[in-house]
């Protein structure tokens, strides 16, 4: 055991700290991350990937597709940019969202939400079938 | 963190027709550079006097524009393809 352990347990048996901040000192004495950053480091995804596959309106064999991919260092830097909007503005983008039947509330992204995500996003597929049987695939994922 | 230097946009038609751009954003940041050294001390203050944090902000912008780098958008229709990529 190291010095530095035994000096944590030792505080903590004085009652000098709780068990609380015996355990997060212990963490960062390993190196230890949240479980979300933890399982972002082992697979240490870079990317965002979305891809869509639509058929065509006028009815051709050819499907349109959509192939995007965004860093997710900028996804990170736009959730940080977003939390520092006034508050006011942030109000006036939930009104707008919600007057389009979206539900999300901005105040609620944040950067360690996002991070939590990213580490359970590892495949996510959507089929939807629109207006006049038309079919469109979802799939996102990152790499 | 550096800002994207270059950006390629490529267009491809299905009757064969294809343009390709590429776009040497460095030579946009070193025009933009000396009216960004003037802009930024005001934009900082009459953050400050908004009551904002101009540091944080400033800072946020950075790494939005530092982290656009490796976006890739492509875009295949019926009749073309439309391709970005920023490096």
């Known amino acids: ?143 | 963190m550096m800002p994207p230097l270059l950006a390629t946009i490529r267009i491809e038609r299905k009757d064969g027709r294809r343009l390709r751009l590429w776009l040497p954003l460095f030579l946009f940041w070193l025009i933009a550079l000396p009216f960004v050294v003037v802009a930024l001390p005001v934009v900082a203050v009459v953050l400050a006097v908004m009551g904002r944090r101009p540091f944080a902000i400033i800072a946020a912008y950075w790494a939005v524009l530092g982290a656009l780098s490796g976006t890739d958008i492509e875009l295949n229709g019926r009749r073309s393809l439309v391709a970005m990529h920023v490096y």
């Open chain 1, 1 to 143: 055991m190291s010095e530095n352990r035994k000096q944590i347990l030792a505080m903590l048996a004085e009652g000098r700290i709780n068990a609380d901040e015996a355990e997060r000192l212990l963490a960062a004495l390993d190196g230890s991350a949240p479980p979300a950053a933890k399982a972002l480091a082992a697979g240490a995804p870079k990317y965002l990937r979305v891809l869509m596959e639509a058929d065509d309106k006028h009815g051709g064999e050819v499907r349109s597709k959509i192939n995007i991919r965004v860093p997710l260092q900028l996804l990170r830097a736009g959730v940080k940019l977003a939390s520092l909007l006034p508050p006011e503005a942030r109000e006036q983008m939930n009104a707008a969202l919600h007057d389009k039947g979206v539900g999300l509330d901005i105040n609620q992204i944040k950067p360690e939400n996002l991070d939590e995500l990213i580490a359970n996003l590892k495949d996510v597929s959507i089929d939807i079938t629109g207006k006049k049987n038309r079919h469109a695939t979802i799939r996102v994922f990152c790499e």
